[in-house]
């Protein structure tokens, strides 16, 4: 190209030509980049096909699952109903047991040996022949006697129905049950039916979080029991019974989730990985490229939630896929915890603030700033149709807050050093609880209506429930430097109580109201209760 202008000046038709490039190649990108968001979104759509029709196989299973558990239940009946055959006795001489020593003095227990191991027709026709034998003024006398043996040895339980003994032996413990073992052999069978068993294997794990796999028989229950109840009392006590180290990161785990029999670990090394605890193989290592700080993990979606260190976004992921769902950008700084539910997550970020999304959609609902200082956890509380489901915020000084996604709004809060009412040791030793700096809160965890936070001393177990009524306030004193531990719950109403064979053991509870609401719109009355259990000496063995 020739220009009859000086060289430094600028060419008009070649800048022209750039521009018109630049536009070309802008456009191709714009294209492309439609391109890709199309692509994305259908990916997206796919995986969510993917996970609904994965949660309707899933509910079939259970289906199936609930369907086989109904029949073992009627073989456990039938089971029942059947009655063992009677053990052979030892071989003893009749008539020596009944000629005695010559002087009128009988072996009783020779004698009773003797008869009862005679067949029914045999020891009907001796019967008739020492009725025959006797005098008839002894009759008003056998007569009597026989009236009162059959009072004092009528047995109510064993002449009820299978189905009547079931459900009444069923409310005695485990080592009761084994106290009155010997009582018959009418009760030896009853106490020894897989009913009965399978009744105490569900009570024992009803709070566990996957369903317990029924045995390949009926009589399997009983043994199910006993290994069911070792592995109670050492986790009770604190006696692990293997050792199975998972080696995989380089740096330190910042955060470790069980769900079922996968383990998932965040680290450092920004890696997250999932792990099978019974084999200990590594299932997968996802590269996220960034610190992990907290993980939840959505088992019914096949979803999980990664927050990290210095990024202020959190990541949403397909189980099944192991592909990026959504990215959700509301925080300033990075993230301190996460939870998930089938509609709703909820971040608490180091800006102090908690923000609630649509995880479906990654439309963000609400962000709640009341927070003053850190959150160390955060969980979803499922409610009602009307109210929807409440975030309950806890911050490292003790505060715990509850908001409502529905209402956006803040509806009560409460401090954990508060929680002693009116018993001065209990206040006393949670004064300093959220104090800086020994005494704040330093660890969080959380599972459906249950809470557990600590400090270097104290551990507090809490429990949400809600009733119309005001509980009756019990107050229970932890130690100084004890923990407080969990109880074992199970299923009753709106909450969880424990099992009665555990409820029965020394054990100290306190319930105190929700204080301080900042809203009055919420009629009913919402409670935190904080169960206590004092370690016993040593645990007991089975049946002990």
Known sequence: ???????????????????????????????????????????????????AELRILRVALEDERAAARDVEMQRDHMQMQRRTAPHALEDIDLAAALRAD????????????????????????????????????????????????????????????????????????????????????????????????????????????????????????EPLYRSLHHREANFHYGLPQTLRLLNGHTNFCTTLLLRGKRLISGSYDETIRFWDIETGEMKKCLQVKKPVSCIDFLLEEEVFVAGFHDVGRVHLYSSVTFNPLQQLAGHLNGIRAVALSARNLVSAGADKALVCWDWRTGTKIVRFGQQTTIAIGVQIVAGDAETGERVVGITIDGIVRVFSIAKREMISQFKLSELGGGDPVLSSKLFNVGRAPDNMLQWFAAKGTQMTCATKSVILHLQWTESEKKPEEIVASPTDVESISPLPMRPNGNGLTPPPSIANKSRLSMVNPLAQSTSSVDARRKMLSMSTSMASPTPRGFGG
């Open 1 to 51: 190209m020739v220009t009859q202008t000086d060289d430094g000046a600028v060419d008009e038709e070649f800048i022209d030509a750039l521009n018109t490039v630049k536009n070309l190649h802008a456009h191709a990108l714009t294209q492309y980049r439609r391109l890709l968001e199309q692509a994305h979104g259908a990916s997206a759509a796919q995986l969510h096909a993917l996970q």
């Open 102 to 221: 010559g002087r009128g003095i009988f072996n009783e227990v020779e004698v009773r040996k003797a008869v009862r191991a005679l067949k029914m027709q045999d020891r009907l026709q001796l019967m008739a022949i020492i009725l025959e034998s006797c005098l008839p003024g002894d009759i008003r006398t056998q007569i009597g006697m026989l009236e009162n043996y059959l009072k004092s040895t009528f047995d109510i339980v064993g002449n009820l129905s299978p189905e009547l003994s079931f459900k009444i032996l069923r409310y005695l413990s485990v080592n009761e049950l084994v106290g009155v073992e010997s009582v018959s052999k009418k009760w030896q069978s009853i106490v020894h039916s897989p009913a009965l068993w399978r009744y105490h294997c569900l009570l024992l794990t009803a709070t566990d979080p996957v369903s317990l796999r029924p045995p390949r028989s009926p009589e399997g229950w």
